[in-house]
């Protein structure tokens, strides 16, 4: 630290540079050794990172990449890093320097990226850093994790500003002394909301659970020019992140802190003279991380304050909030399983209730209405917290990975799969089906011929409990007792093809759990089975709260229907595709005017003059190589007339579409993503499949032989050979 | 003359300086080139690439394994006429198995470390070219011929 000079700034990083020269000026900060950038440059040439990196950034074009693709590109990188040791030469270099200096101590193992902490570009919190970390070895794998998220998801958010380069880009690390303070907190030398003040905040316990928002700080706001308190809020204090011999644990504070501030007064005004200290050292207003640890002040890091605006429509502070922490993962699932799904139980159930058939028009127009509002309402909470809960998988695999350290960074999928979906539920309840018309000749003919008498009650009871379960599942218009011949020919169809496989999930599971288990310490055991746990939760609620919420959407296809039912009747001119906010409109007032509607769904681009595509790269979702007829999905009715074998080309596969899957050969989606449903649900089949296919039902023309390589991720299109073969 | 005592020494240096070559295959007498991420043996006597077995250059190859590899090292600059050197290896090429196609996939992705997932993937071929002859060009004009059996 105290060799770092003012030129040296770009090799050690934002963060090692405003170290160095905080302890030049005279603040307490932690024992620091800085890794420069060399170190990184040096690894990723000799191991062959920088063109693994190239390769998976180069897949697609970055405009064409959904969230949960830059999730798991830089999974894809992260694991490379994982897998790839250090060179004897650099850890000849590395490890005196550490153990010297850190032998048998507990260090923080932080990012350092050049002009990250600069004050016109604050990208706090894209990068990782690592606390509590013990032993070389595990520094050392630290170190490479912290390289690794130069290219994490967030980073690669915001890769335009942070001007990302695979050639130039580089990561310097800074290892620090752990300090446990008994107290933490940030201080703002300049509240970015006004000018004339400053703010404190302060925690029980670690730092970290303030700044991931986890507990809730107290809170002083001062004179800027003279550090008297403005004003004072109070925190509901209930939770200390604590240090214990486990590792980094969120406990209950003891009560009798719990009526004490954090702060006494005069550490208020500590705590303030350090932000004034600090901007006079780096000549602007600073943001600071410190803790007290027996009363000792020490500063953990300071940054200049930028004020982050986003621009308007920028969705990736959003997608930042995806991350969550393991706590506020476990109060989503809660919030899900004991409020919102029997909610959506209860309410659906309510409007199936409803005789829509006795309504005046009036009164059905004003239904549709408030229909539509509690769809709008349930989209809304979906994507306030189901969405996020879908991050519970993604905590587990990093933590699966970072423990296990698998070869593919995807095994951990292997280990959630074969939970009890509802979509796996009714897909079996549909194979008993087909199990008796693949068994008896003349249901099937009865079947074919819509003919009843060969109908045997056996069959039509176990039909029957299937529709009292299902019946309601709706994507988009579609529904199994709507049409009762759909259903036949869909289990006719299924008839034909062989007895489903025995999905490749299930298979080698209780091996990875003892392995993954194996990985952690005996009093680290309950976390573990805590996070599988929810990474399961997580996994099957991905796909279960999205049937609970095709439940709703089925009540207000079936008032909507009524709605054009009556149109029809009365001599109306009713477009099928016409929206329930129309129908509604054109029951109320008899002089209403459709609108042409757009048939949803992309219409497969006609052949440019002779140019049309042979091989597409998307991303290797389930693995297994596949060669069929392509059946390119546009619509809800198109499902119905799936024959077995073909491959299933389609935008997104919704949970409530997914009793074709198992029909299908091989799976082509333009929606990208491991995490995905239609990748979860071909994992369970073990049925290959391939994701993240821009334009894949444009691009690929309905029934033409497509081979679908989930191995690779790789779609050919057409014949192999060369034409006049 | 010192440049024919050396082409082993040239081709080596070729074969390891440069990633890619251009593979020649052919289809009922349609010619049809790929650049292709390549490797040689030390003797020089294998160059070796991989591709997934649903692609036309396969398909090719399964039909004739009579092949060519044409390597080069131009910088896209008027000093290439000059300087460049370009070889164009004739041989036949098949699908390698088995132990050999361990050692050789060793030998190849010590070449590209970052081909791994590929390379290790059930539906990649690891292809070896038997090399039966060398011509080498450099300066322009000049053209050497070595027959490796």
Known sequence: ??????????????????????????????????????????????????????????????????????????????????????????????????????????????????????????????????????????????????????????????????????????????????????RSGVAFGRNPLDPAQAVIEAVYGLNQALVDGTVEPDRWILKRDTGDVISYHEAKREKILAYTPGGVRLELLPSELGGKPPLEPAEIGEVFGLTRKAETIFGSPQDMEWTYRRNLLFTLQSRPITTGSSEPGDTRRWYLTLHRSFENLQGLRRKIEEELIPRMVAEAGEMAQFSLALLSDQELAGEIERRLKIGEKWDEQYKEYCIPFAHGMRLFGQIYNDRVKPENPFEFMDLLGGADMISVKRNRLLETLVRQVRRNPRLAESLRSGRREGIDPGFQKALDSFLAEFADQSWSQARFDRNPKALFTLLLNMALREPPRKGSARRGQKALEKKYFSRFEEDQKEFAAELLNLGRASYRLRDDDNIYLGKIQAQIVAAVEEGKKRLQRQGWFSPAQAEGQDVARALRNPRYRFKKGSIPGMKPEKELAGIRSRQLVGQPASSGIAAGKARVILRAEDLFSFQPGEILVCDAIEPNMTFVVPLAAGIVERRGGMLIHGAIIAREYGIPCVTGIPDATSLIPDGTRVTVDGFLGIVIIGETALPGK | MKEKEQIKEILLELCSSQKLGVLGTHQGGQPYGSLVAFAATSDLKNLVFATTRATRKFANLQSDPRVFMALDNRSNRVADFRKAVAATALGRAREVRGKEREKLAKMYLAKHPHLKEFVTSPTCALVKIRVDVYYLVWRFQNVLEWKVK
């Open chain 1, 1 to 182: 630290m105290q060799d770092i000079k003012t030129e040296d700034r770009s090799l050690v990083g934002g963060k090692g540079f405003a170290l160095a020269v905080m302890a030049r000026g005279g603040l307490r900060v932690p024992p620091t050794l800085c890794i420069t950038l060399d170190a990184y440059l040096e690894f990723v040439t000799t191991t062959g990172i920088r063109e693994t990196i190239l390769l998976e950034l180069g897949r697609k074009s970055f405009e064409d990449m959904r969230w949960e693709e830059i999730w798991d590109t830089s999974l894809r990188i992260r694991n490379a890093f994982l897998q790839s040791p250090f060179s004897e030469g650099l850890r000849g270099r590395l490890i005196p320097p550490l153990e010297a200096m850190f032998s048998g101590k507990a260090v923080a193992v932080r990012s350092s990226a050049p002009g990250e902490d600069s004050a016109r570009t604050s990208f706090a919190g894209l990068h990782e850093s690592y606390i509590h970390i013990r032993g070389i070895d595990s520094i050392l794998e630290h170190i490479r994790l912290v390289w690794a998220s130069l290219w994490s998801d967030r980073a690669l958010l915001y890769r335009k500003e942070l001007g990302l380069d695979v050639q130039k880009s580089a990561m310097a690390v800074v290892i620090q002394e752990m300090i446990s303070g008994e």
